[in-house]
C-alpha cells in the first residue's frame, strides 16, 4: 500500500512538472515569436523589452493556455463520472445531451431568424449571448434528463434518454440550418469547430468560477463514485442513496460539461480517451486518485493539442476540435481492440 502510494506521488509530481512546462510551451508558440525569457518577465510583471510582447501574453495567449487548462480538466473529470455512473468504457461527457443542449441554444440564436424570424437575429452574435443561449440550451436538457431519471430505476435507461435527446436536438439544428442562409450557417459552424482564444479576462474569469466549483464538487462523491464501480446493489449496501448520488453526478457533469460548451464550444473525445490513460498510468480505480489525475492530464492533453493546433512559425490555427479528435479517435480504437483490463 505504501509502495503505491510512493508511486503515486511520483506520477502526480511528473504530471504537475509536465504541465507547467506544457502551459510554458503553448505560451510561447504564435504568430509572434517570443523569447521564453521575456514570457516568463511578463507572467512575473518583470520589465519586458517590448511592450507589445507583453501584451500578446497577457491580454491572448495566458487566458489561452488557462482556458485549456479548465477546459481539459473539466471534459476529462466528466467522462470519468460517466464512465463510473454508467460502467460503460465509452460513455463520455456529452452522452447526456448536454453539449447537444448548449449547440441547439447557439443554433437558435445565430440560425433561428432564418426560422423564426429576425428576433434571434437582433440579438447579435456576441459571446456572452454565445455563452447565454448554449448554457440555457443545456439547462433545458439537464432538467428534462433529471426529470426522466427519476421516473427510471435503471442507470443504463438514462443513458438511451441523453442519446435520444441529444438526437431529438441534432434534427431540430437540421431542420433550422435548412432554412437558414449561408451566411449563418458558416458562423454555426465555425463555433462548432471550438476555439480556445476567444475569452477575455472578465469571461474566463466567470468560466473558471463555475469549472472550479464543479470540480470541486466531485471530490465530495468519492464514495458514491467507487461504490458505483461494483454496481447498484453494492453501493446500496453501503448505504448509499442511489437516486440523490446519481442525480449529483449528473448536475456536476452537466455543470462541467454545459459551461465548457458554452464558453469554448464542443470540444470531442478528451473526455472519452483521458480517463482511460489515467487509469492506465495510475493502475487504480479509486476515484480518489482518479479525479486530481484526471483532472491534471486532461489539462496537459489539452495544452499539447492546443501547441498542436498552433502550427508553430505559421499565423494559421487548426480548430482545436480536428487535432482532439485527431487525438481521441486512435485512442478509442485502441480500447476496442486491446485485450487488456480496462480499470471500470
Not at 510551451?25 to 523589452?49: A, D, M, W
Not at 461494483?230 to 452537466?254: D, F, H, P, W
Not at 472519452?272 to 483532472?295: E, G, Q
Request: overall charge positive; glycine content about 8%; some cysteine.
Amino acid at each position: 500500500m505504501q509502495k503505491t502510494q510512493t508511486s503515486h506521488t511520483k506520477h502526480f509530481i511528473l504530471l504537475a512538472v509536465l504541465l507547467v512546462i506544457c502551459l510554458l510551451i503553448n505560451i510561447s508558440l504564435g504568430s509572434v515569436h517570443i523569447p521564453l525569457k521575456e514570457i516568463i518577465n511578463s507572467l512575473f510583471g518583470n520589465t519586458v523589452s517590448k511592450e507589445s510582447w507583453e501584451t500578446i501574453v497577457i491580454n491572448y495567449r495566458l487566458p489561452k493556455a488557462l482556458t485549456a487548462v479548465l477546459v481539459g480538466a473539466s471534459l476529462s473529470v466528466s467522462g470519468l463520472l460517466m464512465q463510473t455512473l454508467f460502467r460503460n468504457p465509452l460513455a463520455g461527457p456529452f452522452v447526456l445531451g448536454i453539449s447537444s443542449g448548449a449547440s441547439l441554444g447557439v443554433a437558435l440564436l445565430l440560425l433561428g431568424s432564418g426560422f423564426l424570424g429576425g428576433f434571434f437575429a437582433s440579438i447579435g452574435i456576441a459571446h456572452w449571448a454565445l455563452a447565454g443561449a448554449a448554457i440555457l440550451g443545456s439547462f433545458l436538457v439537464l432538467s428534462a434528463v433529471i426529470i426522466t431519471a427519476n421516473k427510471v430505476r435503471n442507470t443504463m435507461s438514462i443513458l438511451i434518454i441523453g442519446l435520444m435527446f441529444g438526437s431529438l436536438t441534432s434534427a431540430i439544428i437540421s431542420v433550422l440550418s435548412y432554412f437558414s442562409s449561408s451566411e449563418q450557417i458558416k458562423q454555426y459552424v465555425f463555433w462548432s469547430f471550438g476555439s480556445l482564444g476567444n475569452l477575455s479576462w472578465g469571461e474566463l474569469f466567470v468560466f473558471g468560477i463555475a469549472s472550479l466549483i464543479g470540480l470541486a464538487a466531485t471530490f465530495f462523491i468519492i464514495k458514491p463514485l467507487n461504490s458505483f464501480l461494483l454496481g447498484e446493489n453494492y453501493a446500496k449496501s453501503l448505504g448509499i442513496n442511489i437516486k440523490q448520488s446519481r442525480n449529483i453526478i449528473l448536475v456536476i457533469t452537466s455543470i462541467l460539461t454545459g459551461i465548457t460548451t458554452a464558453f469554448v464550444g464542443p470540444i470531442a473525445f478528451v473526455g472519452l480517451a483521458v480517463p482511460h490513460i489515467a487509469k492506465m498510468v495510475f493502475t487504480t480505480s479509486n476515484h480518489k486518485t482518479l479525479v486530481p489525475a484526471t483532472a491534471m492530464l486532461g489539462a496537459v492533453v489539452l495544452l499539447i493539442c492546443d501547441s498542436i493546433a498552433q502550427l508553430p512559425t505559421s499565423e494559421f490555427t487548426l480548430p482545436i476540435n480536428a487535432i482532439t479528435s485527431l487525438f481521441g479517435a486512435p485512442v478509442v480504437i485502441w480500447l476496442l481492440v486491446r485485450k487488456k483490463k480496462i480499470y471500470v
